[in-house]
């Protein structure tokens, strides 16, 4: 059974910086696509970064490009997302989702909440 749990949410003020993590049971992220989502109260879920299973590729959305970075740690089976220079408009709840290159699997977590007062 797969499981990906974020942690790292919270409230931080405009230009702060928080560190969201991804650790994954049942699906390992050295042959699995990973990406960071995220859905603002009232909107629809948009993409925010993705890191392809070898690290080799890495594509941003263009609101968070230049302040997020995605990374993985392969040893600790996890993946992050570093923000810096946060916005109020940054404010979401941020999900994690895993591909696995084998099979047709699609894996969500749960969410984190991150909200950026101004």
């Known amino acids: 059974q797969v499981q990906l749990v974020e942690s790292g949410g919270g409230l931080v003020q405009a230009g702060g910086s928080l560190r969201l993590s991804c650790a994954a049971s049942g699906l390992t992220f050295s042959t699995s696509a990973a990406a960071w989502f995220r859905q603002a109260a009232g909107k629809e879920r948009e993409f925010v970064a993705h890191i392809n299973w070898s690290g080799g590729a890495i594509t941003y959305a263009d609101s968070v490009k230049g302040r997020f970075t995605i990374s993985r740690d392969n040893a600790k089976n996890t993946v992050y997302l570093q923000m810096n220079s946060l916005k109020p408009e940054d404010t979401a709840v941020y999900y994690c989702?895993?591909?696995?290159?084998?099979?047709?699997?699609?894996?969500w977590g749960r969410g984190t909440q991150v909200t950026v007062s101004s």
């Open positions: 989702n895993g591909r696995p290159l084998a099979g047709n699997g699609d894996y």
